[in-house]
């Protein structure tokens, strides 16, 4: 059944209905689908370079001390038995989608906290891709990989990005030949774990360096995937890029939007002067991937038709 069908245009309407008329949410329940677990880690590192355990592993470990005799034992047991108690499966797609929202935006609170504290805690990061990802042959990246998690001041968020540094130590004279720099903005149901293999490739073989991040709600990024939040994002790792990659040079900053990442990508060059603009698989806006019809008009999201006009 295609979105053009009256039964998947009445299911539209109700799931729009059910988030109080937000195009937002709708947009971003069928448009995001990260995935879960993620393909990386952000290891986080202390001051004194000691290895820090995630919060969420703690708390498991605290569900799982016994539980003593004293006079709060019923209390306890009651909260880890809710804790650990299964969640009910919704009934129908659009209340699968509704609770899935309703999780997503519990996460972000919880991820807004924490990167807060590491951030206050002076916590740094290594990237640790998922040990399945990585080719028998392959060989490392030659150059400098850094893991920073950027602040996203207008959504309250982090950011995470993983920069490609090809030559990590310039001198004056081979700043005058200027390293291109790609921002690179993966597709959907992907993170910046399962692309990185890709992206050492092109910042090895064509001699540049890479700069990914994951979407708001993907991997080790705080906040919600929602449309608005993309453009948000890419502006905030893209303002990073040029003040500590590109040497405060717009110009030498190359960007790569592979299918979903054409959204923000075509944004951000409607608005920003840049080096360069790469599609991979693009679509014309959001609702036109499902179906021709402006009927769901109202509810399209991304529309790269109008924005490649203007970059």
Same mark, same amino acid.
């Given at each position: 059944m295609c979105?053009?069908?009256?039964?998947a245009i009445t299911a539209l309407l109700c799931l729009w209905i059910r988030n109080g008329f937000?195009?937002?949410?709708?947009?971003?329940?069928?448009?995001?689908?990260p995935p879960d677990p993620p393909m990386y880690k952000f290891r986080r590192i202390g001051k004194d370079g000691e290895i820090l355990e995630d919060e969420e592993e703690e708390e498991d470990a605290e569900s799982s001390v016994e539980?003593?005799?004293?006079?709060n034992s019923e209390k306890q047991r009651l909260e880890i038995e809710s804790k650990n108690k299964p969640e009910e499966k919704p009934k129908n797609a659009i209340s699968a989608m509704s609770e899935r929202q309703k999780l997503l935006q519990k996460h972000a609170k919880k991820a807004y906290k924490k990167d807060m504290r590491d951030q206050e805690n002076g916590v740094?990061?290594?990237?640790v891709v998922e040990?399945?990802?990585?080719?028998?042959?392959?060989?490392?990246?030659i150059g400098r990989m850094e893991a920073v998690k950027l602040y996203n001041e207008k959504i309250k968020s982090f950011v995470a990005t993983v920069i490609y540094r090809v030559n990590p130590q310039r001198d004056e004279e081979s700043r005058q030949a200027p390293t291109r720099?790609?921002?690179?903005?993966h597709g959907n149901a992907t993170d910046i774990g399962a692309m990185s293999i890709m992206q050492c490739y092109l910042a090895r073989?064509?001699?540049?360096n890479v700069v990914m991040y994951d979407y708001s709600g993907y991997g080790a990024s705080g906040g919600t995937p929602l449309e608005k939040n993309t453009y948000s994002d890419i502006e905030t790792v893209f303002n990073y890029v040029v003040k500590h990659v590109a040497d405060d040079k717009p110009e030498d900053v190359i960007i790569y /939007?592979?299918? *979903?990442?054409?959204?923000?990508?075509?944004?951000? &060059?409607?608005?920003?002067?840049?080096?360069?603009?790469?599609?991979?698989?693009?679509?014309?806006? /959001?609702?036109? *991937?499902?179906?021709?019809?402006?009927?769901?008009? &109202?509810l399209d999201i991304f529309p790269n038709i109008d924005r490649i006009k203007k970059s």
């Open positions: 979105c053009c069908c009256p039964p937000s195009k937002a949410s709708v947009a971003g329940a069928l448009t995001f689908f539980i003593d005799d004293s006079e740094r990061y290594e990237f040990p399945s990802l990585i080719p028998n042959r392959f060989s490392t990246f720099t790609l921002l690179y903005s073989g064509l001699n540049v /939007g592979q299918s *979903v990442g054409s959204g923000p990508s075509c944004h951000l &060059c409607s608005k920003k002067l840049v080096g360069g603009l790469i599609l991979h698989s693009p679509f014309m806006s /959001g609702i036109r *991937v499902l179906t021709p019809s402006r009927a769901l008009a &109202c």
